[in-house]
T-cell receptor, first 115, second 108 residues
Framework: KAGVTQTPRYLIKTRGQQVTLSCSPI?????VSWYQQTPGQGLQFLFE???????NKGNFPGRFSGRQFSNSRSEMNVSTLELGDSALYLC??????????????FGQGTRLTVV | GENVEQHPSTLSVQEGDSAVIKCTYS??????FPWYKQELGKGPQLIID?????GEKKDQRIAVTLNKTAKHFSLHITETQPEDSAVYFC???????FGAGTTVTVRA
């Protein structure tokens, strides 16, 4: 089975721009969760999608949004980029929704740099 | 929401010695506790997990213990090797809240 695939791996954007990141989960997995990883804040939960519905949301501003398609692929969008949005964005794939206590597998991440 | 605290933040051990990382959680409804290892430039990799119906689980040199009453769980790595050097994260399942991470360095 192929693992979790995130594209692109690296991205450089300018302040004020918007960006879309993509995550393809493991085949058969219906849950995709997104995390922001920074050296100072660790792994911060952004949101989880399951069967095209957002199930949980972290404490991030509305500039961060996401969606999930019928094939379980998910996209995350960040609008009006700020320097502080520079981070590694990780997605995790699970067979079931988060509260059902199943294993989560991570992709390699997308390294976003805002200049 | 779930709050997971992890200690220590850094750990340096001599090759062959043991390493122990401890985590506490706040949500008594949490029932699943995975551990992840993250190497430089890679995403976190699931290395071991434990569910609340068991107190200990072992996989070769890695073991995890869980004390639900005290709401804490620990990762034990025995006979450490240089390839064990990485950042380790504990997590508690609900929406999968993570500890801050422990940077483990194994000195040859």
């Amino acid at each position: 089975k192929a693992g979790v695939t995130q594209t692109p791996r690296y991205l450089i954007k300018t302040r004020g721009q918007q960006v879309t990141l993509s995550c393809s989960p493991i085949s058969g997995h219906r849950s995709v969760s997104w995390y922001q990883q920074t050296p100072g804040q660790g792994l911060q939960f952004l949101f989880e999608y399951f069967s095209e519905t957002q199930r949980n949301k972290g404490n991030f501003p509305g500039r961060f949004s996401g969606r999930q398609f019928s094939n379980s692929r998910s996209e995350m969008n960040v609008s009006t980029l700020e320097l502080g949005d520079s981070a590694l964005y990780l997605c995790a794939s699970s067979e079931l929704s988060g509260y059902q206590n199943t294993e989560a597998f991570f992709g390699q991440g997308t390294r976003l740099t805002v200049v | 929401g779930e709050n997971v605290e992890q200690h220590p933040s850094t750990l340096s051990v001599q090759e062959g010695d043991s390493a122990v990382i401890k985590c506490t959680y706040s949500d008594s409804a949490s029932n699943y506790f995975p551990w992840y290892k993250q190497e430089l430039g890679k995403g976190p990799q699931l290395i071991i997990d434990i569910r609340s119906n068991v107190g200990e689980k072992k996989d070769q040199r890695i073991a995890v213990t869980l004390n639900k009453t005290a709401k804490h769980f620990s990762l034990h790595i025995t006979e450490t090797q240089p390839e064990d050097s990485a950042v380790y994260f504990c997590a508690a399942r609900g929406k999968l809240s993570f500890g801050a991470g422990t940077t483990v360095t194994v000195r040859a």
